[in-house]
């Protein structure tokens, strides 16, 4: 089976299980969705809609976070992590899409990178998420999990997004959100559950480490 081929098939396989996955971050509209990925950095979900639900009812508006107080935004920031860049993040991004898009979260790609805080990871999640825009977004989850089963290759962000990029844009959001989960849920990072993926007899990670156990053998 040519490469590109077997590489959709796989990917297809991995949106079928992961079915009906998406964004886990808790949000009512694209700017809420725009704060908890800016958040989300270098921190959990989990811990990212804990600290959400209460900031949503202190401050609602781009307006809101564009004038609040940064020593208070950082309290209320703290257990995401790394608050005094996220808190001075958030605030620049708000007073951008305050002065120049109206108070509305723009819907393209160039503008979004255009924003205080954003750049490509966080402007793919998005597009995928909120905009319904083919976009495949490379976490940490993304960037492992999809070099170990031979998804991609490169050592870097970019070279792994461009290797997903080939694959066909309609499987881009799916595969994002399903290639992390299965990061979280199976192919983690340290202790890989192989005995348990369904994807083990494609993953070459997989294949590579029972060749080296055989030659030990
Ligand atoms: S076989 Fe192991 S390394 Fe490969 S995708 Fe599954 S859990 Fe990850």
């Given at each position: 089976m040519p490469a590109e081929t077997f590489k959709t098939d796989l990917a297809k396989r991995i949106c079928e299980e992961y079915r009906g996955s998406t964004c886990e971050l808790d949000y009512s509209n694209e700017f809420e969705l725009l704060v908890a990925v800016i958040l989300s950095a270098q921190c959990t979900d989990k811990r990212v809609n804990q600290v959400t639900k209460n900031l949503f009812k202190v401050l609602k508006t781009p307006k809101d976070f564009a004038e609040v107080n940064k020593v208070k935004l950082e309290e209320l920031i703290r257990p995401c992590g790394f608050y005094h860049a996220k808190a001075k993040n958030l605030i620049d991004c708000a007073k951008d899409i305050v002065a120049r898009f109206n108070g509305v979260v723009p819907s393209d790609k160039k503008a979004l990178k255009s924003l205080a805080g954003v750049g490509e990871?966080?402007?793919?999640v998005m597009l995928a998420?909120?905009?319904?825009t083919?976009?495949?977004a490379v976490d940490t989850h993304v960037f492992r999990v999809s070099r170990r089963l031979g998804?991609?290759?490169?050592k870097t962000v970019g070279e792994v997004q461009t290797c997903l990029e080939k694959l066909p844009k309609e499987l881009w959001a799916n595969t994002h959100f399903s290639l992390v989960l299965h990061g979280r849920r199976v192919?983690?990072?340290r202790k890989p559950m192989c005995e348990n993926c369904k994807f083990s007899n494609d993953c070459k990670y997989n294949k590579?480490?029972?060749k080296k156990n055989k030659e030990k053998i």
């Open positions: 990871k966080t402007a793919n998420t909120a905009f319904n083919p976009a495949i998804l991609a290759k490169g192919c983690k990072a590579e480490l029972k």
